[in-house]
C-alpha cells in the first residue's frame, strides 16, 4: 500500500515523480533551478549529488549545483527584473504579491506534501510552515504601499526629506529546516520594498523554493524577479562575492555565517544573520504545571527538534522539578514516530543519516559525562517497511544535567532537552546568559511583575513569557550576540532591504564662505 498522498488537480510534476517515488519506481527529474522565468538545468551535471527522501531514505533527486555560468545568468536575471519592479507604485507591487499568496493558499496541501517529502517534517507542520510563508507575503504586501520618507521644513524656507529606496539585487540562503517558509520570509520583505532576489535554498532541501519561484512567475511577477540556483559552499561563495548582489541574508550556523559576513564585507555589503541558539526556558515554581509543561514540549521537539529558537536548557525551580521532569516524560514517550506523511503522526524523520548519527552522538557524550537518559535519545525503526532505512530517533529528556556538560553548552539540533536545576531567580538568570548565543529564552510564571523582570534581564533577541516557539509575522525575529545581526519579519525588517536616501532643497541663494 502506497504512503498517502492527496491527489490535488495542479499536482506538479515534482509532486507527480514523488508519488511515483512513493511506488520505488522513479525520482524527481525536473530541474530544480530557475531564473528568467523558467527551471534551467546545470551544466555541472557531471558533479552532482544525490538528495534523500528523510522518511524512506530512498533518493529523493539529483542536485545539479549551480557554478559561476549559471550564478552569473541568475544574478543577470534578478537585474532586468529589477528595473520595472522597482520603478512600480508599492500598490502595484502589492497585488502582484497577494496573488502570489492566493496561489499559496490554493496549493497548500501540495506545497506542504511536498516540504514533508523534501525535510521529513510531519504534514501537520508543514501545513503551518506554508501558511507561515503566505502570512508574511500578504504582510509585507500590504507594507508595500507604506513606504515612506520623512519631510524637514528649514530655515528660510529651504527643506530636506528623505526617500526609502530599494538596494538592488538580494541574495537569501535558507537552511534545510524551514525550505519553503524560510524561502518567504526573506524574499517578502525584499520584493516589497522593490528588490530583486536570487536565492539559495540549502542543498540538503533543494525542491520547494523552486514552487515558489514558479508562483511568482505565475502571478505576473517579472521575470527573473524571484530566481532558484541551487548547491552548496562554492554556489553561496559566488553569491557572495558577486558584484551585482547588493544585500546578502542567511539563515544557518554561527560558523557559516561568520563567513558569509566576512565574504560580504569585501564588498561591504549588508547582511541579515539569523544564527544558531542555545536558548533557556526558565520554569518557576509558580507556573501553571501544564502549559509549563506544554511549552517545554513546543520548545523542544518542533520540527524533529532541528529549530534554531528551542528552548533546550529548560531550567525547573527546584520545589516542582520532579514534577515537571514526570509530566515532561510521560508526554514525551507518547510522541507518535512514523511516516510524516500520516494525520497522527507528531514526529518524522531527521533530515539525513549524518545528522541523526551526530545527534544520536550528542546523547552518548551526554551520558559519559553524567546526564541521564529519562528516555529516547535511540534509533527508531517504524514498523511499515517502507520507513525503515528512514532518519528516525526517540526524543530524548536528559537530567541531572550541568552547566558544563557538552549537552548543555553546544547547539544539538535534534530532539534532546536538557533539564536543569535552580533555586533562585538571580542564578536562574546568570546561568541562562551563560552563552555566546542569544537567539531566544523563555519563563514561565503566574508572577507578572516577575516575568517581565526575567525578560528585561535575558541577553536574547527573541523572549517569550508562558508560551514558546511562537513566530508571527508581525513582529521582529532574530538573536543578540553571535545568534545574529538584522531582523526577519515585522515592520523593522523593511530597513534591513532598503536604503535611505537625503535630498536638500535650498530655495534661496547660495550663502557662499568664498
Not at 323 to 345: C, H, S, W, Y
Not at 460 to 479: K, L, Q
Amino acid at each position: 500500500m502506497l504512503r498517502r498522498l492527496t491527489v490535488l488537480p495542479r499536482a506538479t510534476a515534482l509532486l507527480a515523480a514523488v508519488r511515483s517515488l512513493s511506488s520505488g519506481s522513479a525520482k524527481i527529474t525536473a530541474p530544480l533551478n530557475f531564473w528568467g522565468g523558467k527551471r534551467r538545468a546545470s551544466k555541472e551535471r557531471n558533479n552532482g549529488e544525490n538528495v534523500f527522501e528523510p522518511a524512506t531514505g530512498r533518493i529523493l533527486c539529483t542536485l545539479e549545483p549551480c557554478g559561476s555560468s549559471e550564478v552569473n545568468q541568475a544574478v543577470e536575471a534578478a537585474k532586468s527584473a529589477f528595473g520595472p519592479w522597482s520603478k512600480m507604485s508599492g500598490m502595484e507591487r502589492a497585488r502582484v504579491m497577494i496573488e502570489a499568496a492566493h496561489t499559496i493558499e490554493k496549493r497548500r496541501e501540495e506545497i506542504a506534501e511536498m516540504e514533508v517529502v523534501n525535510n521529513g517534517k510531519s504534514i501537520t507542520e508543514a501545513r503551518l510552515d506554508v501558511d507561515s510563508g503566505r502570512l508574511c507575503i500578504e504582510y509585507y504586501a500590504a507594507l508595500s504601499s507604506t513606504l515612506a520618507g520623512q519631510h524637514v521644513q528649514l530655515p528660510g524656507g529651504s527643506f530636506a526629506y528623505t526617500r526609502r529606496e530599494p538596494l538592488g539585487v538580494c541574495v537569501g540562503i535558507g537552511a534545510w529546516n524551514y525550505p519553503f517558509q524560510i524561502a518567504a520570509w526573506k524574499s517578502a520583505p525584499a520584493l516589497a520594498c522593490g528588490n530583486s532576489m536570487v536565492f539559495k535554498p540549502s542543498p540538503v532541501t533543494p525542491v520547494t523554493a523552486v514552487m515558489l519561484a514558479e508562483i511568482f512567475t505565475e502571478v505576473g511577477a517579472p521575470e527573473g524577479l524571484f530566481n532558484v540556483v541551487q548547491g552548496g559552499q562554492e554556489t553561496g561563495s559566488l553569491l557572495c562575492h558577486h558584484p551585482d548582489v547588493a544585500k546578502v541574508s542567511f539563515t544557518g550556523s554561527v560558523q557559516t555565517g561568520q563567513k558569509i559576513m566576512e565574504m560580504a564585507s569585501k564588498g561591504v555589503k549588508p547582511v541579515t544573520l539569523e544564527l544558531g541558539g542555545k536558548s533557556p526556558l526558565l520554569i518557576f515554581e509558580d507556573s501553571d504545571m501544564e502549559n509549563a509543561v506544554r511549552g517545554a514540549l513546543m520548545a523542544n521537539f518542533l520540527s524533529q527538534g532541528q529549530v534554531c529558537s528551542n528552548g533546550t536548557r529548560v531550567f525547573v525551580q527546584r520545589p516542582i522539578l520532579e514534577e515537571f521532569v514526570d509530566q515532561v516524560v510521560k508526554r514525551t514517550q507518547a510522541i507518535e514516530i512514523g511516516d510524516p506523511l500520516l494525520e497522527n503522526t507528531k514526529m518524522g524523520a531527521l533530515v539525513s543519516r549524518p545528522h541523526l548519527d551526530k545527534v544520536l552522538a550528542f546523547v552518548d557524550q551526554a551520558r559519559k559525562e553524567g546526564a541521564t537518559v529519562l528516555c529516547g535519545g535511540e534509533p527508531f525503526v517504524p514498523s511499515d517497511p517502507k520507513l525503515r532505512q528512514g532518519y528516525y530517533m526517540t526524543p530524548c529528556v536528559l537530567a541531572n544535567c550541568r552547566d558544563d556538560m557538552t549537552c548543555v553548552r553546544e547547539e544539538i539540533f535534534g530532539p534532546v532537552m536538557s533539564v536543569l536545576s535552580f533555586d533562585t531567580e538571580e542564578e536562574a538568570l546568570r546561568r541562562a546568559n551563560d552563552t555566546t548565543m542569544g537567539l531566544a529564552a523563555g519563563v514561565f510564571t503566574r508572577d507578572v511583575k516577575r516575568a517581565h523582570r526575567v525578560v528585561e534581564h535575558l541577553k536574547a533577541g527573541s523572549c517569550f513569557i508562558n508560551n514558546y516557539n511562537i513566530t508571527p509575522v508581525e513582529v521582529p525575529f532574530g538573536g543578540f550576540k553571535m545568534s545574529g545581526i538584522g531582523r526577519e519579519n515585522g515592520q523593522v525588517t523593511i530597513e534591513h532591504y532598503s536604503q535611505l536616501k537625503t535630498v536638500f532643497v535650498e530655495m534661496g541663494d547660495v550663502d557662499s564662505l568664498f
